[in-house]
């Protein structure tokens, strides 16, 4: 489970990493009659065999990587790559790594065997074009800002945490919390919305940062259908617009829906592939143990009430 410490309340809604500690700045409210920037969409590559070489058409590559804290490795034998563009998923039972993965991804862990690479760059220098989005349970509810200004925080790694947002910043940040489907939102306290709302809302701040890798940490968990579907939509865009994205979560069927690729951890990869391949029995039961079951030829986790 990924947490996001807040030791200043300017950080809590700052990605681990992230200028964390700066002062809030002073933000404008978005500009609600700004014009939506024109969005370059690039179709998503297709389908791509796990083990293949890294090549500039590769967002992230996992070589044969562990991860380690301090003496104990938690994770190990991480191996395949994700195309530009490409959606991958990453499932497995509590304690699996998923959420360690990830911050090795962010540069935040280090890569204790192997290696990964992020853009063609070591992981913690490719920061500035990968963008997360924790969970927002982590997140002070009680901050008083308004989801405009949430959003617009993740334009400040572009313009720098002196300046302030322009006009083309402010139309960024209104598309991406249109493409949240929270436009009307903008100008209440994000303290006041919904676990699920606040949830499109931190993946809106993500998109309006234009990353080249957007990182999610289960953001499914607790989000009710209307919410889930928001945040679908938007995942849908951002892959049509060539952002490669990474998404740990505990539903099979969403890793089904959304992702070309997923990785199935527990403790080490134990498959690397398109779901088909990666959901399949003998994984799962592998991840999972007597938990996963198959029902009418599908896999279904069982989980205690
Ligand atoms: N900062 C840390 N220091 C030491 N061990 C850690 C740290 N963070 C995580 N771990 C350990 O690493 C292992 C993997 O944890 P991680 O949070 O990555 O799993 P996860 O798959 O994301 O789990 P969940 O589904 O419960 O969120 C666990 O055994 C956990 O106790």
Redesign the pocket.
């Known amino acids: 489970?990924?947490t996001v410490t807040a030791p200043t309340p300017a950080s809590c809604l700052t990605a681990p990493g992230a200028a964390g500690g700066s002062p809030a700045p002073a933000i404008a409210l978005p500009d609600q009659t700004a014009a939506a920037p024109a969005v370059e969409v690039a179709p998503a590559p297709s389908g791509y065999a796990a083990g293949e070489e890294a090549s500039p058409g590769i967002a992230v590559s996992f070589d044969n990587a562990a991860?380690a804290?301090?003496r104990?490795t938690?994770?190990r034998g991480v191996h395949g790559a994700l195309p530009a563009g490409g959606t991958l998923a990453?499932i497995?039972?509590?304690?699996?790594?998923?959420?360690?993965?990830?911050?090795a991804v962010l540069g935040l862990?280090p890569v204790a065997v192997g290696s990964i690479t992020v853009l063609d760059r070591a992981p913690a220098a490719a920061r500035r074009d990968v963008a997360y989005v924790p969970q927002a349970d982590a997140l002070d509810r009680d901050f008083p800002i308004s989801v405009g200004q949430v959003v617009l925080m993740g334009r400040y790694r572009r313009i720098g945490w002196c300046r302030r947002p322009g006009r083309a910043d402010r139309a960024a940040a209104l598309a991406a919390l249109e493409a949240v489907g929270l436009a009307e939102r903008a100008r209440d306290r994000f303290g006041t919305l919904s676990g699920g709302q606040r949830q499109r809302v931190l993946l809106a701040r993500a998109i309006a940062a234009e990353p080249r890798l957007l990182l999610l940490?289960?953001p499914f968990n607790g989000v009710d259908v209307v919410s889930q579907d928001a945040l679908l939509a938007a995942l849908a865009t951002v892959a049509e617009s060539g952002t490669a994205t990474v998404v740990?979560t505990?539903d099979l069927a969403l890793a089904q829906v959304i992702s070309d690729q997923v990785c199935v951890?527990n403790?080490r990869q134990i498959a690397f592939g398109p779901a088909a391949h990666a959901l399949a029995p003998e994984p799962l039961r592998a991840a999972y143990g007597g938990a996963a079951v198959e029902i009418g030829g599908q896999s279904v986790i069982l989980t205690r009430p």
């Open positions: 489970m990924s991860i804290y301090g104990t938690v994770l990453l497995g039972p509590n304690g699996a790594g998923k959420s360690s993965l990830i911050k862990v940490d289960e740990s505990h951890l403790g």
